[in-house]
C-alpha cells in the first residue's frame, strides 16, 4: 500500500471516529490511527492490533526516538511543564503532541520533526500538557496561561487562540480537548483560589462560545445547590474539569470528570454533597444539559477528584448485555455504572480504602468523619495522591479486565485552618509510605483479578492489546509489557527516564509501532 | 482541583528541598507515588528552575514592609466589615475573592474602586487615601490570598500530642510489640528532645524517609539475597529490584547485577515491615496516644 492510500485511509477512520454518531460500530478503535487523545471516544485505550503478541514481543525493536528541544525561549518549564504527558495523535502517518506552551509534530514512521509551534507564554502553572484534539485541518491545545490555541494540522502555524479561563483568579488549562460534532470541548484546571470549574463548547472555527457548564451551582435554582450550605460556598465550590472526557456516539452523552470542592481540605464552610464535585457527570453535548450525575467521593476532604478516566464499554452483566461506564477513582472506589442512567452496578475498590463506612442507595461511597483530616492528624489511604491519579488505565474488551496503574499509599492528613471560614487549602497530607501497583479489574465482580506489585515507584498511563499485552511504565525508567491475562511480566526496556504519559500502538506499512513518552523524549520500538 | 502531584514552591528553596527528599524517598522506598507532593507557586513567580508559577508572571511579588503597613491602613479602616483575614463579616463581603482584588496589581484595580467611593471606618472618604496607602493596601490584601494557597507559610501543624501518654506507654509495651524492636531507654532513650511531636509522628507511622535503601548499611537498609541455580547465595543491600533484574552491594562494597530467572531465588529483607504492616491495623488514637508517650522520653 502506498503512503498516500494509507494516508487516505487514516483521514477517512479519523472522519469516522470523530463524526460518526448512529453507527454501531463506532467504539471500533482504529489500526491504523490513533486520532484522539485515547485512540478513540471510549477511552479503552485498547489497541485490536494483534502482530505484538505476548509470544513475540521479546521481538520489539527500536524504530526511533525524538528529543523535544524547547529552545532558549522555553521558561524553564519544570515541575512536569517540560516532561512529555500528553498522549500523541496519530493521522495520516503523523504524530501530533504537545508539552506545556507547545504543540510537535513528528512523522510517525522516523521520527523526523516536521513542526514545533511554541506559544508566548503569559505564566500559569506549567504541570504539564495532556493533548491535542484534531477536526479537519485543524489542531487544537490548551496552555496554561489560559488559552485554546487552533493551529494549522500541515504546518503548525497559529490560526486563532481564545482565551478560556482567568489567570488572575490561578486557573491555568492542560487538559486534551475534545471534538464531538461541531463542538470543540474544553476544560480548565487549578484549585489554588476557591473558583468553579465548567465545560466549555467552542465553535471548532471561530472559538465562539457555544455553551458552559459549571461544575457547581451558580444560582440557588440550579441543580444541586441544596447541596452547599449557602450560594456564596457553591459559587466557589470548586470541581475543575481537569482530564480529557469520553463519549458515547449513540447515546449522544459526554462523560465529564470533575475536580474535587474547595476549599480543598479545611471544610467547616461547605456542609453537604458538594454536588457536582467529584463525579461523573453526563452532559448532551449539543445543549450542554447534564443528562445524569454520580457521586464518587460525596463531600470530598482529601482532594481526591474523580477525573480519572470514565472508561466506556459494552460487556454483559448478569448474563444481559449491558452499555457501561467505569472509573477506578482516585479515592481507591472503583464503579461501574450504567452509562444510559449513572445507576450503579458495582461499587467496590481497587486497593484497600479506611476513610468510608459503605454505599449509599445510590452506591455513592459514605465518608467516614472520623477520617476527616484533623488538627492532630488522621492516618488515612489513600494519601492526596490518590490510589489512582492521571495516568490514564485500559480496559480490554478481549480480557474483559479494567487495567489500574493504582497506589496502596498512606499518610496523616491535617487541618491547618480550624476556623469557620477557610479557603483555599487550610490543611494537606504530610509523609507517607507507598506500593505501586497494576490491578487488573473484573468489572463483573468488582474485585482485582490479579495485582501486580512494582518493586520501586511506578504509575504512569497503560495500553492494553488484542495481542493479550499490557505496556506501561515500570519502576526502573522502564516500559514493560505484561500478559493481560496474568499479569506475568514479560518484556522491559530501558528508556532515559521513567514513562510519562500513556503508550498508544498503530500499524502503518504492515509494521505494528509502539509509542511512549519518558521525559522529554518520545520511542517508537517495532515489530517488524 | 486536585490536579496531579507535581507542582514546586511558594517558596522555591524550601520546597525543592522537600521534593528532594520525596523523590529520594519514592526512589528508595517506594515512595509516595507518581509524583512528588507539591506546593503552591506565588502567581508571578517566573522563569526559575522549579517552573513557571500559578497565576500570570506580570503578578506583582508581595513587598512585606508595605503589607506590613498596609495592615495598619486595613485596621484602621477596613477590618470591622471585612474581618481581620479579609474573609468577610456580616457587614462586607469576602475580599480574599474579590475580583477587584484578584485582579488588582499594586492598586490598578483597587485604586479607582477607592476613588470613586467606598465606607470607610474612619469616617473619611475613600477618595482622600494617598496613592502609597493603595499601594500598602493592595500589598496587605494579596498577602491575605496568598495565604490562602498550599505552601503557605500560615499553614502548619499544629497541636499533635492529643493523646494519652500513659495509654501510648501500655500500647509501646503491650498490644502495639513495640518493644520487640525497639526501647523506651534505648534507642528511643531522648527522642522527645530530639524530634519534634509533628516529626515524631511522623517518623513513627513512616519510618526510614531517604536513608538506607542501597546506600550503606544503616538499621533500616532493605536487603537482598539471591541464590543462583548453581552457586554461592549472594547477600547485600538492595540497590535496584524489578521484575527482571537484582542488584545489590555486597559486604566488600561492591556492585552485584543478576538477571531475574525462574532460576535465580531472590528474597528480600524489609526491616520496617512490621511499621509497613501495622498501617493497616493502627488507630488514630493508638497513634496520638504513643506520640504523647514517645514525646516525654526526654
Redesign the interface.
Known amino acids: 500500500m502506498s503512503r498516500k492510500l494509507i494516508s487516505f485511509s487514516s483521514a477517512c477512520l479519523l472522519s469516522a471516529v470523530l463524526s460518526a454518531q448512529s453507527s454501531s460500530d463506532w467504539m471500533k478503535a482504529p489500526t491504523d490511527s490513533w486520532p484522539t487523545y485515547n485512540g478513540d471516544y471510549t477511552g479503552r485505550r485498547f489497541s485490536p492490533l494483534t502482530r505484538i503478541t505476548a509470544a513475540n514481543v521479546d521481538a520489539l525493536s527500536l524504530a526511533w526516538m525524538y528529543r523535544v528541544n524547547l529552545g532558549p525561549n522555553s ?7 517540560g516532561q512529555i504527558k500528553s498522549t500523541p495523535l496519530q493521522i495520516g502517518g503523523v504524530l501530533y503532541f504537545t508539552l506545556s506552551d507547545h504543540a510537535i509534530a513528528v512523522d510517525a514512521r522516523t521520527g523526523r520533526e516536521l513542526w514545533h509551534y511554541a506559544w508566548p ?8 500538557s495532556r493533548g491535542a484534539a484534531v477536526s479537519g485541518d485543524t489542531l487544537y491545545f490548551e496552555t ?2 489560559c488559552h485554546v490555541v487552533a493551529l494549522n494540522l500541515k504546518d503548525g502555524t497559529h490560526k486563532w487562540d481564545r482565551e478560556i479561563c ?5 486557573y ?1 488549562a492542560s487538559i486534551a480537548p475534545l471534538i464531538v460534532k461541531n463542538h470543540l470541548l474544553i476544560g480548565v ?6 473558583t468553579p ?1 465548567y465545560v466549555d463548547a467552542l465553535d471548532p472555527t471561530t472559538g465562539e462560545r457555544q455553551w458552559r457548564w459549571y461544575v457547581v451551582p451558580q444560582t440557588k435554582d440550579e441543580a444541586g445547590s441544596d447541596t452547599w450550605p449557602n450560594l ?1 460556598a457553591a459559587r ?1 465550590g ?5 482530564q480529557p472526557y469520553t463519549y458515547d456516539a449513540e447515546l449522544n452523552l459526554v462523560y465529564v470528570t470533575t ?2 470542592p474547595q ?2 481540605i479545611a471544610n467547616k464552610n461547605r456542609a453537604g454533597a458538594n454536588l457536582f464535585t467529584a463525579s461523573i457527570v453526563a452532559l448532551n453535548p449539543d445543549t450542554g444539559k447534564m443528562v445524569w450525575y454520580f457521586q464518587c467521593s460525596p463531600h470530598d476532604t482529601h ?3 474523580a ?1 480519572q478516566p470514565a472508561i466506556v464499554f459494552d460487556g454483559e452483566f448478569n448474563g444481559q448485555p449491558r452499555k457501561l461506564i467505569a472509573q477506578a477513582s ?1 479515592n481507591g472506589k472503583f464503579f461501574v455504572l450504567d452509562r444510559t442512567n449513572g445507576k450503579a452496578l458495582v461499587s467496590s475498590e481497587y486497593v ?1 480504602t ?1 476513610w468510608s463506612t459503605g454505599y449509599d442507595a445510590k452506591g455513592q461511597p459514605m465518608p467516614n468523619p ?1 477520617k476527616d483530616p ?6 488515612v ?1 489513600p ?4 490510589a489512582a ?3 490514564p488505565a485500559s480496559f480490554s474488551p478481549q480480557t474483559g479486565l479494567f487495567y489500574v ?1 493504582a ?1 496502596q ?4 492528613w ?5 476556623s469557620d ?16 501497583l497494576l490491578v487488573a479489574m473484573d468489572y463483573k465482580t468488582g474485585k482485582p483479578r490479579w495485582t501486580h506489585k ?7 498511563g497503560v495500553l492494553s492489546t488484542a495481542g493479550n499485552l499490557v505496556f506501561t511504565g ?3 525508567q ?1 516500559l ?1 509489557a505484561l500478559n493481560a491475562t496474568t499479569g506475568a ?1 514479560l518484556w ?1 526496556a530501558r528508556l532515559n527516564a521513567t514513562v510519562s504519559n500513556g503508550p498508544i500502538s498503530y500499524e502503518l506499512d504492515a509494521r505494528q509501532f509502539l509509542i511512549v513518552g519518558a521525559g522529554d523524549t518520545l520511542w517508537a520500538f517495532v515489530k517488524n | 482541583m486536585a490536579r496531579e502531584r507535581g507542582r514546586f514552591g511558594l517558596f522555591a528553596g524550601i520546597v525543592l528541598l522537600a521534593a528532594s527528599a520525596l523523590a529520594a524517598q519514592a526512589q528508595g522506598r517506594g515512595g509516595r507515588g507518581a509524583e512528588p507532593d507539591p506546593q503552591t507557586p506565588a502567581p508571578g513567580r517566573t522563569g526559575t528552575a522549579a517552573g513557571i508559577g500559578a497565576g500570570p508572571m506580570d503578578y506583582p511579588a508581595v513587598d512585606a514592609a508595605a503589607a506590613d503597613r498596609g495592615r495598619s491602613v486595613w485596621a484602621a479602616e477596613c477590618i470591622t466589615c471585612h474581618g481581620t483575614q479579609a474573609r468577610g463579616t456580616d457587614n462586607g463581603p469576602n475580599l480574599i475573592r474579590s475580583l477587584v482584588v484578584l485582579h488588582d496589581r499594586t492598586g490598578s484595580e483597587l485604586g479607582p474602586f477607592l476613588k470613586k467611593g467606598h465606607p470607610l471606618q474612619s469616617g473619611q472618604a475613600s477618595a482622600r487615601l494617598t496613592d502609597a496607602q493603595i499601594t500598602d493596601l493592595s500589598h496587605f490584601l494579596r498577602q491575605r490570598v496568598n495565604d490562602t494557597l498550599r505552601g503557605s507559610p500560615i499553614f502548619v501543624v499544629q497541636n499533635v500530642l492529643t493523646g494519652d501518654p500513659n495509654a501510648g506507654q501500655a500500647f509501646f509495651n503491650g498490644d502495639g510489640k513495640c518493644t520487640q524492636c525497639h526501647s523506651a531507654t534505648g534507642d528511643l532513650a531522648g527522642i522527645g528532645g530530639r524530634l519534634t511531636p509533628v516529626d515524631l509522628q511522623q517518623r513513627f507511622l513512616f519510618p526510614g524517609g531517604a536513608r538506607g535503601r542501597g546506600a550503606g548499611p544503616n538499621r533500616s537498609a532493605v536487603t537482598v539475597t539471591v541464590t543462583p541455580a548453581s552457586g554461592t547465595p549472594v547477600s547485600g543491600v538492595l540497590v535496584q529490584m524489578d521484575d527482571f533484574d537484582v542488584s545489590l552491594r555486597d559486604e566488600t562494597g561492591a556492585l552485584r547485577v543478576f538477571h531475574r530467572t525462574p532460576a535465580l531465588k531472590v528474597v528480600k529483607t524489609d526491616p520496617l515491615e512490621t511499621h509497613h504492616a501495622m498501617l493497616r491495623t493502627l488507630t488514630d488514637k493508638q497513634i496520638h496516644d504513643v506520640v504523647a508517650y514517645l514525646e516525654k522520653q526526654k
Open positions: 521558561g524553564g518549564l519544570g515541575g512536569g511543564g507564554s503569559r505564566g500559569g502553572i506549567h504541570l504539564g496554561p496561561d482567568d489567570l488572575d483568579l490561578l491555568y484546571s487549578g484549585d489554588d483560589l476557591d470549574g456564596e466557589h470548586g470541581g475543575m474539569t481537569w475536580g474535587n476549599p480543598v482532594d481526591w477528584d477525573t482516585r484497600y479506611n472520623a484533623r488538627i492532630d492528624g488522621a492516618l489511604t494519601n492526596q495522591g490518590g491519579n492521571w495516568p496503574p497506589a499509599a498512606w499518610s496523616m491535617y487541618i491547618y485552618d480550624p471560614n477557610p479557603q483555599g487549602w487550610g490543611g494537606t497530607d504530610r509523609g507517607g509510605y507507598s506500593e505501586s512494582w518493586e520501586g515507584s511506578a504509575r504512569t515500570g519502576p526502573s522502564d514493560v511480566p522491559h
